[in-house]
């Protein structure tokens, strides 16, 4: 099992030199590691892992993915995650505090309205094509080179090829041309704050209702808004909130079933039971006990 409530920060993997950003090779990672794979871990900070050749699994809050070539995962702070790759594995390893992003002029919102980073629902990786990994690796490889150099004004050479990096991957998640780009914003936008509402109040509002009112819309309309852009109701996103953060309890701390319900937003032992097992299949016991961690 993991360290309970213990996220890594860069300054602590990187005590003797404190940096907001770092990028490795997964060659070098997995050299520090021994071959052994990590154990399951949160950031206080964002990571992009992008395998050139390397294969295996990662794991991100608790939804296994495979690692593929030119598939790259982006994992937003907080989240639960672990990597577990074949031998030999190669690829970049990208990661970066909020604060390097605000330093570099990088606005929260522009990580906010890129379709890369999410935080409770499912994050598969972005597959690339070959021309596009071509232009990505130009932007990695001068990002390795400024970050081993450490030349004057280094971070900020950095920060503007990061932006780049990010764009292109995002340009490669836009929706298709010739959408109506009005409805689209408008959905974007509702979706996003919808995304936003539910990651602040969670534990006290478990209804469409109450976000609806809170966004000037019917639940109906929400429910629409949702489901077209995610496949799931509004409600289920709500659920799968609640179900990820119960998961997450039981990984990092040593709650007991009743205060996780609590902390959740359920006062009620056998309500939060039921309510757990109705949409994992599984007790909070059993759920624990087939951790393999």
Known sequence: M???????????????????????????IDRALGGIA????????????WPVTATGR??????????????????????????ITDPNPTGYVLLFT????????????????????KKSDETPPLP???KMADQLRIFA????????LQNDMFLEIIGAYLKLFLIECNNHCSLSPGSNLQNIEVSKTLVKNFKEAVEINYAQNHQVQYYAEAL????????????????????????????????????????SAKEIGFEIGFDDPSHFSKFFKSNTGQSLQEFKDSLTL
Request: proline share 6%; aromatic share 12%.
């Open 2 to 28: 993991p360290d309970k409530d213990k996220i890594y920060s860069l300054e602590l993997m990187y005590r003797n030199s404190p940096m907001p950003f770092v990028i490795k090779s997964m060659e070098e």
């Open 38 to 49: 990590d154990q399951p871990h949160r950031h206080n900070y964002y990571t992009i892992v």
């Open 58 to 83: 990662h794991i991100v809050d608790f939804k296994e993915y495979a690692i593929q070539p030119n598939h790259i995962f982006f994992v937003s702070p907080g989240q639960v995650h672990q990597i």
């Open 98 to 117: 909020p604060e390097f992003l605000e330093k570099n002029s990088i606005r929260n919102d522009f990580i906010t309205n890129l379709k890369l980073f």
């Open 128 to 130: 690339v094509t070959d």
């Open 141 to 148: 490889d001068q990002m390795v080179s400024a970050f081993q």
């Open 216 to 255: 000037n819309v019917t639940p109906n309309y929400l429910n629409n808004v949702i489901k077209t852009s995610m496949n799931i109701s509004a409600k289920e996103f709500i659920q799968n909130k609640l179900i990820l953060e119960a998961k997450r309890m039981v990984v990092f701390t040593e709650k």
